[in-house]
């Protein structure tokens, strides 16, 4: 009795063939014949062309391309193939919209052959489908296209041999072919189908064309995505064949018959280096197999998920919007987004409001952060958020709520390789942000100096709404140029911003003192309205004995001379007003409160300080907040009936003379003593470079002493570093012409010579072509006489290190300081070198030279204190506990930083450093020359202004200045009652001895900030001070300071009237004797320099300044025009800030 099979599993058993191992060799070898077949043809074609070519060209032989019609029909055929080239690669490499339809076409068409394998994998490996199976026919037109596809790469392929290794190649090469032998044997085979994951690799470029994905992160996570889908579907294909087929040389009798799933599952625990054991390979080629990929795997696993994983939560985390809560305040910081610059930026924002932070922090970077910038976000989580994305860019803008923050703080790299393009593109963010929304306030930190002139240009900026700029160049280089005038006080005036976080434990006496002197910090706080009517000695004298405050500066407005500024040490004919601003040195907030709660009635007998806090009197109205934090500025029109004290005594002066007289007087005043436009710094006609270059055997001939050394480290192509920062200062007009010390750079010629059309209109500046590195032309300038030598950080590209970055500074440093000066010759003149280091005979008799070191990166710090020779380090390499930083030998711009946080909490702060450091410039002045510039007014020069009666900041002695009248002057409280009062002149600090002259033979001394009132002296002790202009701080009849001239005006010479008649005798003598009746006191001369009229330095500094015989005769207030031909070679102040590379 016969069984028969029902009619569906007899047709499903005609539909699966078994394959046999003859079979599949054939699909398999048909395969690899073709790929080493052609390979080996092309390989020798390529070797029998090049050498039939090089066979041409050593025979000379060009064959039957000699004539012409066979040249022009190959010219033809080649022109042909490369235009046919040129239209296939165009169309291969997706550059039109129809080589981007063919290559989605073929990446679709890959994905769904692939698909087809998957569906053909369930059938078992060994047996073969016939083609009644309805994929099989899809499948062959598929891989029809793609030998069309392939024929086009072949044909725009350069390099043959290089094409056909390529993978997309081999890909091909493996899975075509036996398609066709399938239609040949009437049956299909798996195979190496499985090699079409590959095609996988092309899903980024596939998604770019169809503008799926745009940003850098989202390319990146599509990359890793399609190499691990691609590797873990091939290497689980080539399992499921080897594993399902067995061993060939065993015939396959060790296969097993295992599942697609079960292969990826496998797969999948290898690459995780799980290893479950539930499924394993028992095929020799599949256990080799994955041992080679075990090791692979253990890369791409350990790598690429988990950056896959990052960049997918990062794209979430970080490209979300921030949401606004209303009545939280919140700014926005962008720029310069680092670990380092983060860091610097929370520590001196969080430390203004300790405990109290109500503004949030919305740091916008254009990069991810990293692991460690991850870190500070979390630790401040509270008040810190990060999203990723560009100020240039709307809607970045848009996401961090731009128009809703309360300022927006743009971040410079200080330490970055070309700092004029780092400043453009902090102006183009600012741009973007004003252009966004206009009354967004901005605080920017700009590195050079001339880049300034582009942000006030904007429409939308505002000084009077906040906006505010931190020049790192025009305030680093005005700290070196105070630091040149007043030894110490670049120290004394950076200790003022310096944070100090660190418990340090002091080993000296002199250490303690110094870090008692870093607490104290510049604060602001409106006064009580009790003050409102005083002076200003009488309310600091009030302030500092009985509220233990020192009060410096004041908010000044007026309108004399159409802006407003702050004062420092005012005279007493200036009156303090009703809500006036002040300017303390203390160590909290805190304790200025005392000034604004300060009551005549209720704390009249109050003793303690501490005690002065808010009281209950009632007799007058009172302010109702004491916040020292104001954004807004007030209007330039307040106190506007508040007049200039200087002003008004000088033009009722004036007004007693006769014409006569006042012309007399302007020509004498108008030769001595020219100002710039402003009033603020000396100036003279443009001098051409050639006339102050120095020569190394000139130095007889000009007889430098107490004058200033900088040494400049830049080339023809160094970024210019902004010299006029540095001379502005050194120029200022509250020091008469005698003060004003002699210039002298030493650098490359090709570098100072971009740098001279900006200094050239300021006297007494010279150059000599050198390097600080040979001590050739160190003693060239007499540098053993110089009164301080600044050595500047190198403008030239950073190296690659950030320890390089001060390899010249500290070389000249070394250099210089191994110059050792004997006291018998001449010393600089000034209170530091009164006595030559040592009183002792039969102690050492030489000195160092006095020299400033700038140093880019902080760390460095610990080769210059090598270098000092100290036994009274600090422990630790940071640069302001330092014993260099201490003794004011060094300086590093590092903690400009913390002015961005400072600038934005209280501007007034940031303005008064800026009047102290760049000789009295702050933005009312700019935007006052900026307008007068405007209308074309003042293109000249003044030489009357009341700008320069301001004060000035000097060191005085004890012993050897007006200082030695003040009785008693046992502490520092005495001297500061005594000098106010009697003198004017408001003492800051102390600059004192070290140690003993036994243990200190070069007397080296350190800085002392704002001593307590109690603070005991020392007879050695020199006293920072506030001097007004017109106080003489050296005594007529005392025998140290006969080197010393007390004048009221500068005394005429020879060469000023030479012809005067003896008529005109009565009119000089009454000039004279008018101007002995000056209202003001005599004019000191702190730094002594006699300049005899026959002196050939001083010839050649009167060459470009001589007036022609009509002298425009300028009073008070005016200024005085010249001819245009001389105007045109002239920069004025204000063009400062107008200046390119």
């Not at 453009?424 to 009354?439: A, E, G």
């Not at 104001?630 to 009936?641: G, I």
């Not at 025998?1039 to 000089?1068: C, F, G, H, R």
Request: glycine share 4%; hydrophobic share 40%.
């Amino acid at each position: 009795m016969f069984v028969t099979k029902p009619k569906d599993e007899l047709e499903e058993s005609m539909e699966k063939l078994s394959c046999t191992t003859e079979i599949q060799a054939v699909f398999i070898l048909s395969s690899i014949v073709i790929f080493f077949c052609g390979f080996l043809i092309l390989f020798i074609s390529r070797f029998i062309g090049r050498n039939f070519k090089k066979w041409k060209k050593s025979k000379g032989i060009f064959l039957e391309f000699n004539s012409g019609n066979m040249r022009r029909k190959h010219s033809r055929s080649l022109t042909f193939q490369s235009h046919f080239r040129d239209r296939i690669e165009m169309l291969l490499s997706a550059q039109t919209l129809v080589g981007q339809v063919l290559v989605i076409l073929v990446f679709v068409l890959s994905i769904g052959s692939l698909i087809i394998y998957f569906i053909n994998s369930t059938d078992p490996v060994r047996s073969c489908s016939s083609y009644k199976d309805r994929t099989i026919p899809i499948d062959l037109t598929f891989n029809a296209f793609f030998s069309f596809y392939f024929g086009l790469r072949f044909l725009a392929a350069d390099d043959k041999v290089k094409f056909w290794l390529e993978m997309n190649s081999i890909v091909d090469i493996f899975t075509i072919p036996p398609t066709f032998i399938s239609y040949y044997l009437k049956s299909n085979w798996l195979g190496l189908r499985f090699l079409r994951a590959l095609r996988l690799l092309e899903l980024p470029q596939i998604l770019q064309i169809l503008r799926a994905i745009s940003t850098s992160n989202s390319v990146k996570f599509c990359k890793l995505l399609s190499i691990v889908l691609s590797i873990w579907f091939t290497a689980a294909g080539f399992i499921h064949l080897v594993e399902n087929s067995g061993d060939p040389w065993l015939q396959g009798r060790n296969s097993q018959t295992i599942s697609f799933f079960e292969s990826i599952y496998l797969i999948m625990a290898t690459m995780s280096t799980v290893g479950f054991g539930d499924v394993v390979p028992k095929t020799y080629l599949g256990r080799i197999f994955i041992i080679v990929f075990t090791l692979g795997s253990l890369v791409l696993f350990a790598n690429y998920v988990p950056e896959m994983v990052e960049l997918l939560a990062n794209e979430r985390k970080y490209t979300s919007s921030y949401e606004v809560v209303k009545g939280k305040k919140f700014i926005v910081v962008c720029g310069n987004i680092t670990v380092d610059s983060v860091m610097a930026f929370l520590r001196n924002f969080l430390r203004h409001k300790a405990g109290e932070i109500n503004t949030e922090i919305v740091f916008l970077g254009e990069v991810s952060p990293s692991l460690e910038l991850e870190t500070i976000f979390k630790h401040h989580m509270a008040y810190t958020t990060f999203i990723s994305g560009s100020a240039l860019k709307w809607e970045d803008l848009r996401r961090v709520a731009v128009d809703s923050a309360e300022a927006c703080l743009i971040i410079a790299n200080p330490l970055c390789s070309d700092s004029h393009a780092e400043d453009s593109s902090n102006i183009m963010r600012v741009l973007s942000i004003k252009n966004y929304y206009p009354n967004t306030r901005i605080i920017i930190q700009i590195l050079q100096s001339h880049n300034k002139a582009f942000l006030p240009k904007i429409p939308s900026w505002n000084w009077n709404a906040g906006d505010n700029i931190i020049c790192f160049a025009e305030l680093k280089l005005g700290f070196i140029a105070q630091g040149c005038l007043v030894p110490g006080l670049c120290t004394f005036l950076t200790s003022l911003f310096v944070e100090q976080n660190k418990k340090i434990c002091p080993h000296e006496p002199w250490q303690q003192l110094f870090c008692n002197g870093l607490k104290n910090k510049i604060l602001t706080q409106r006064l009580s309205n009790d003050f409102a009517g005083m002076t200003f000695p009488d309310a600091c004298q009030l302030c500092f004995t009985k509220m233990h405050l020192m009060l410096i500066a004041i908010e000044y407005k007026s309108a004399c001379h159409g802006y407003c500024g702050l004062i420092l040490n005012p005279p007493a004919q200036v009156k303090l007003r009703k809500n006036t601003l002040g300017f303390f040195i203390a160590e909290s907030a805190k304790d200025v409160k005392r000034a604004f709660f300060y009551c005549a009635i209720c704390h009249s007998d109050v003793q303690t300080p501490e005690l002065i806090e808010k009281c209950d009197c009632k007799s007058k109205a009172r302010r109702a907040t004491g916040t020292t934090v104001v954004v807004m500025r007030d209007s330039q029109e307040e106190y506007c009936e508040l007049q200039d004290p200087y002003s008004e005594t000088r033009m009722s002066f004036y007004s007693g003379l006769s014409v006569t007289t006042k012309t007399f007087f302007c020509e004498m005043e108008e030769e001595s003593d020219r100002l710039d436009s402003s009033g603020m710094f000396h100036w003279c006609r443009a001098t051409p470079l050639n006339k102050m270059i120095l020569k190394r055997t000139d130095k007889a001939k000009y007889e430098f002493r107490d004058h200033i050394v900088a040494c400049i480290f830049g080339d023809a192509h160094s970024t210019l570093m902004g010299l006029r920062n540095f001379v502005m200062p050194l120029r200022a007009s509250n020091y008469t012409r005698q003060e004003l010390k002699d210039i002298v750079f030493i650098g490359s010629l090709d570098y100072l010579q971009r740098e001279w059309r900006f200094i050239r209109n300021f006297p007494q500046i010279y150059i000599l072509p050198g390097s600080a590195l040979y001590s050739g032309d160190l003693h060239a300038v007499n540098i053993e006489e110089c009164s301080m030598c600044a050595v500047f950080s190198s403008s030239c590209k950073s190296p690659s290190g950030p320890t390089l970055v001060d390899t010249e500074p500290i070389m000249a440093t070394l250099n210089i300081g191994y110059l050792r000066i004997s006291c018998s010759a001449r010393t600089p003149s000034g209170p530091q070198f009164a006595q030559c280091f040592s009183s002792n005979p039969r102690k050492s008799k030489y000195r160092r030279i006095p020299i400033l070191t700038e140093l880019k990166n902080p760390s460095n710090i610990h080769f210059i204190e090598q270098l000092s020779g100290m036994e009274w380090n600090f422990s630790g390499t940071n640069l302001h506990l330092s014993t260099s930083f201490a003794t004011g030998t060094v300086f590093s711009g590092s903690f400009l930083d913390s002015l961005l946080a400072t600038a934005f909490y209280n501007y007034h702060v940031v303005e008064l450093l800026q009047m102290l450091v760049t000789g009295g410039m702050n933005f009312q002045l700019e935007q006052h020359l900026d307008k007068e510039k405007l209308l074309g007014l003042n293109t000249s020069y003044s030489t009357i202004l009341p700008g320069k009666m301001r004060c000035k900041l000097g060191l005085l002695s004890l012993n050897q200045t007006v200082l030695s009248d003040i009785e008693p002057r046992k502490t520092f409280g005495q001297i500061f009652c005594g000098s106010l009062n009697n003198l004017g002149i408001l003492c800051l600090g102390l600059y004192r001895m070290i140690d003993e002259e036994e243990h200190n033979p070069e007397h080296k001394r350190f800085v002392i900030t704002r001593p307590e009132n109690e603070f005991s002296l020392l007879p050695s002790d020199l006293v920072f001070c506030a001097i007004p202009f017109s106080t003489s701080c050296y005594k007529k009849d005392s025998k140290a300071s006969a080197p010393y001239e007390i004048i009221n005006i500068m005394p005429l010479k020879k060469e000023t009237v030479p012809d005067v008649s003896p008529d005109q005798t009565p009119l000089v003598a009454q000039a004279r004797e008018s101007v002995s009746q000056l209202p003001h006191r005599p004019v000191p001369l702190l730094e002594p320099k006699p300049i005899p009229a026959t002196d050939s330095k001083q010839a050649i500094l009167t060459l470009g300044s001589k007036h022609s015989s009509h002298h425009h005769c300028t009073y008070p207030g005016e200024t005085v025009e010249e001819n245009g031909k001389e105007s045109m070679e002239e920069t004025t102040v204000e063009d400062a800030y107008a200046f390119h590379h």
